[in-house]
């Protein structure tokens, strides 16, 4: 049990919740701020006096780095429920008694930290910031902004692979 708790806390359902949000929230950061740069809304916001950066990324990098973190905590919780439910409940394998202390051996509170918060906030924060990032360079019409949401995700999910191999690296 403790390999799998451990192996669903700190690398499996983060780095896929990244990965699958970098396809869906990149994409879609991408093309809603892209399309805002080709209908030359941001310019709009400009002579508002408003600084688009600050009004349109800054929140989807808050809510990136806010709530990635809380679907990976929600995440983690059904895939240990549904391992106790079927090695305990519907498979009869272990006791209830047994799967507990068997994620209690070895176990620290940091990697519980780390799986839950660091590593998704971390992701949060870049899906976030290079959908947007791509959308504000877009250019070129609606060709230009699916190649800004494909650049999106592809850089997001390089960079998901590449942060997780050095965090694991770093700090476990």
């Not at 006096?49 to 009004?55: A, I, K, M, Y």
């Not at 349109?56 to 990635?68: E, F, N, S």
């Not at 973190?69 to 047994?98: D, H, K, M, Q, R």
């Amino acid at each position: 049990m403790n390999v799998i708790y451990k192996s669903t806390i700190v690398e499996v359902c983060p780095i896929v919740l990244a990965l699958v949000l970098a396809g869906k929230l990149g994409a879609s950061l991408a093309a809603e701020i892209g399309s805002m740069k080709i209908s030359e809304q941001l310019e709009a916001l400009e002579t508002l006096s408003l600084d688009p950066v600050g009004f349109l990324v800054m929140p989807r990098v808050l809510a990136g780095l806010i709530m990635l973190p809380v679907i990976t905590i929600f995440a983690n919780f059904i895939a240990l429920f549904a391992v106790f439910f079927v090695a305990s409940v519907a498979g009869s394998w272990i006791s209830p008694a047994e799967f507990v202390l068997g994620l209690k051996v070895d176990y620290r509170a940091f990697e519980l930290y780390f799986g839950n918060i660091i590593k998704p906030g971390v992701f949060g924060f870049f899906i976030a910031l290079i959908g947007s990032y791509f959308g504000t360079r877009t250019h070129g019409g609606a060709l230009g902004v699916g190649k800004s949401s494909t650049n999106a995700v592809v850089v997001s999910a390089i960079l998901i692979v590449f942060f997780d191999y050095f965090f694991g690296k770093l700090l476990l």
